[in-house]
């Protein structure tokens, strides 16, 4: 290096704060994540919440709102996804800044972690589903858009049916399972069902549905994805086709319409999520799923979740670490759609 360049760097660079940048993008986005002190806060102080949002329980005057649904009676295998919340909660240095879309989503609308959804009982699956609708349907009217933490799947029933309730919403699905099951063991509740009941309903359209990641031992069951007119990405044929064609896909299946995004942690290869109930070798990697979210910006996006974290299989705490990124891209999409 010629000593005028080290000269010129020093007098540039050698007083310099972390604050400060020639970019105006990477400027503005740095006083947006600074304290109103000029202090960068520490990730790991204070009471952790989704993504470092502020808390806050009146949902009146929100954009969006991270919920949490701590409610894991919809299991077929191993149960623990109603810790996924709270596990979800602890992971810090996750945002505020996103470096793909070069902007700070939070600074773009006014969003809050509000909460868990209250529960009457712990012990009734289908009263704490009604639970949830009767939360989803009030955050609805407000014109909040929820993003939400499970739980296990069958949490995502009563959510598109608060959002779908006067015209059917799309779906992005991330998964290893359609969860399009039937009834069984005496009840059709159950995270192995939610988006055939939410068609059943009226509150889902199946014609504007791609699952992505479909693979293992359930894949006898899902007729009723192709019956109702889904789309279905088998893992074999996402490796055929790659991310890109796989975005392109989504984005023409969902259309300009209303869309709902529903990631279970599952459809992520166990090497990258082992902190679920009913793991299926041969997922998809972590920046397979990053990039095929990044791809869906632009959509009409009405609300997103994250659902099947159960940390305590996964000491390493990676599953929550994907999860929380995961929710941060799907909070990404809703706040910054340009
Ligand atoms: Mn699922
Ligand atoms: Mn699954």
């Known amino acids: 290096m010629d000593e005028g360049k080290l000269r010129r760097l020093r007098e540039r660079y050698g007083e310099r704060g ?22 960068r806060v520490a990730p790991y102080a204070g009471v952790p919440t989704f993504l470092d949002l502020p808390y806050r329980t009146d949902t009146s005057g929100l954009d969006v709102a991270a919920i949490g649904v701590p409610m894991d009676l919809g299991v077929s295998n191993r149960p623990g996804a109603r810790f996924g919340p709270r596990a979800v909660r602890t992971i810090e240095r996750i945002g505020p800044y996103h470096p793909t879309f070069r902007a700070v989503p939070r600074a773009a609308v006014r969003v809050a972690d509000v909460g868990d959804v ?76 939610p988006f055939r009941l939410a068609v059943l309903d009226g509150v889902l359209d199946p014609e504007r549905t791609i699952q992505i990641g479909i693979r293992g031992a ?80 632009g959509l009409d996006i009405v609300g997103a979740d994250v659902v099947e974290v159960a940390p305590e299989y996964d000491p390493s705490t990676n599953t929550s670490l994907l999860a929380a990124q995961l929710l941060f891209e799907e909070l990404a999409l809703m706040a910054l759609p340009h």
């Open 218 to 297: 359930s894949n006898m069951y899902w007729e009723f994805s192709h019956a109702s007119g889904m789309t279905v990405v088998y893992m074999e044929q996402f490796m055929r086709l790659g991310v890109e064609a796989v975005i392109e896909q989504a984005r023409s299946v969902v259309g300009d319409g209303p869309v709902y995004i529903s990631v279970d942690v599952d459809g992520f290869d166990p090497a990258f999520a082992p902190g679920t109930g009913t793991p299926e070798a041969g997922g998809l990697t972590a920046r397979e799923g990053l990039a095929l979210l990044r791809g869906l910006r």
């Open 118 to 193: 209250p529960f009457r009982s712990r012990y009734s699956l289908e009263q704490s589903l009604q639970d949830i609708e009767n939360y989803y349907d009030a955050l609805h009217a407000l014109r909040v858009r929820p993003l939400s933490v499970g739980g296990d799947h069958s949490i995502t029933y009563p959510i598109l049916k608060a959002l779908g309730r006067k015209a059917p919403v799309g779906l992005v699905h991330i998964d290893a399972h359609c969860d399009t099951m039937g009834a069984f063991d005496g009840s059709k509740f159950h995270h192995g069902g």
């Open 18 to 39: 972390v604050f400060d940048s020639d970019d105006p993008v990477l400027a503005a986005a740095a006083r947006q994540v600074q304290s109103p002190d000029g202090q």
